[in-house]
């Protein structure tokens, strides 16, 4: 946490872990050593990824991205943005993954509700320095996926989901009484009556 050659995220991360390992409920050694071996894994992953030569690295992006609308592609971008957003790169990728959620008429039902679960895990695996500049963006995506004239309840199942750990990143936007108001309307509206699926994706 104190190291000053350490990037800011990998200190919040490590005061995040340290704080969770003091209130565990179990035994907080044996939590400390797991996530430093997720850390340590997690640094030597990035490094290995890093050291591909960068049209591979590029060619492998483009590839996972457009298979966006096959099952669980999903999360393989998601992995791949947790190794490239923090140094920087794939400058391109949020803007296309909220382009495919907001476009009107130029995305299919699959491909909105594999983007906005994919939005879901990048905010999971992120820390909050590397998406708060883009808090405005992700709202603006979510809150489009719950929508009330929406046709495709999964698409609003995964959107509820994504707001649910996006909550860390859009504090700023939910200090604000406008959004607040939109935000909450939007998910309330996404409640209709007699869709438990749903209301189960708020809660």
Request: net charge neutral; glycine share 6%.
């Amino acid at each position: 946490m104190n190291a000053d050659n350490r990037p800011e995220h990998i200190k919040q991360a490590a005061a995040v872990a340290l704080k969770n390992a003091l209130v565990a409920p179990r035994d907080p050694t044996r939590y400390i050593l797991l996530l430093l071996y997720s850390f340590r894994r997690r640094a030597q992953q990035a490094a290995r990824w890093q050291a591909l030569p960068t049209p591979l690295r590029a060619q492998l992006e483009t590839a996972a991205l457009s298979a966006l609308a096959q099952p669980s592609a999903a999360q393989v971008v998601a992995a791949m943005a947790a190794l490239e957003l923090p140094q920087g790169g794939w400058p391109t990728l949020l803007p296309t993954l909220i382009g495919n959620v907001v476009s009107e008429g130029g995305s299919s039902r699959v491909l909105r509700k594999h983007t906005l679960e994919c939005l879901g895990f990048l905010c999971e695996q992120l820390d909050s320095d590397v998406l708060c500049c883009h808090s405005d963006a992700l709202l603006t995506a979510i809150v489009n996926g719950l929508r009330s004239d929406s046709e495709d309840l999964a698409c609003r199942i995964a959107a509820a989901q994504s707001l649910l750990v996006a909550l860390p990143f859009v504090g700023a936007n939910l200090g604000r009484p406008n959004e607040l108001s939109v935000i909450m309307q939007s998910v309330c509206e996404a409640c209709v009556p007699g869709l438990t699926d749903s209301q189960n994706g708020k809660q």
